[in-house]
């Protein structure tokens, strides 16, 4: 492999906003904030929307998330209408 070519990979955890699911992994990912996980180690905190722990097909629920207004833009943007 060669040197310097490749972001760090280390640990972060990941926090789920919309259920507050948060968990422990390894990422090339770079965050400014940090948060305190069990061992007492301050680790970046990478937010996330939507993980297994708030998705619909894994947790069966039937939930629609859209926080940011997709859909209706999408609704603005492709409406069309009946010129009479």
Same mark, same amino acid.
């Given at each position: 492999?060669?040197?310097?070519?490749?972001?760090?990979?280390?640990?972060?955890?990941?926090?789920?906003?919309?259920?507050?699911?948060?968990? @422990?992994?390894?990422?090339? @990912?770079?965050?400014?904030?940090?948060?305190?996980?069990?061992?007492?180690?301050?680790?970046? @905190?990478?937010?996330?929307?939507?993980?297994?722990?708030?998705?619909?097909?894994?947790?069966?629920?039937?939930?629609?998330?859209?926080?940011?207004?997709?859909?209706?833009?999408?609704?603005?943007?492709?409406?069309?209408?009946?010129?009479?």
């Amino acid at each position: 492999m060669k040197k310097d070519i490749h972001p760090p990979y280390n640990e972060v955890v990941f926090l789920d906003t919309s259920s507050g699911f948060k968990f @422990l992994t390894r990422s090339t @990912l770079q965050s400014k904030e940090t948060i305190q996980w069990e061992d007492g180690k301050e680790y970046p @905190l990478i937010k996330v929307e939507i993980s297994a722990s708030s998705h619909p097909f894994y947790t069966g629920k039937k939930i629609f998330v859209d926080t940011a207004g997709r859909v209706e833009k999408f609704k603005r943007k492709y409406n069309t209408h009946k010129k009479s």
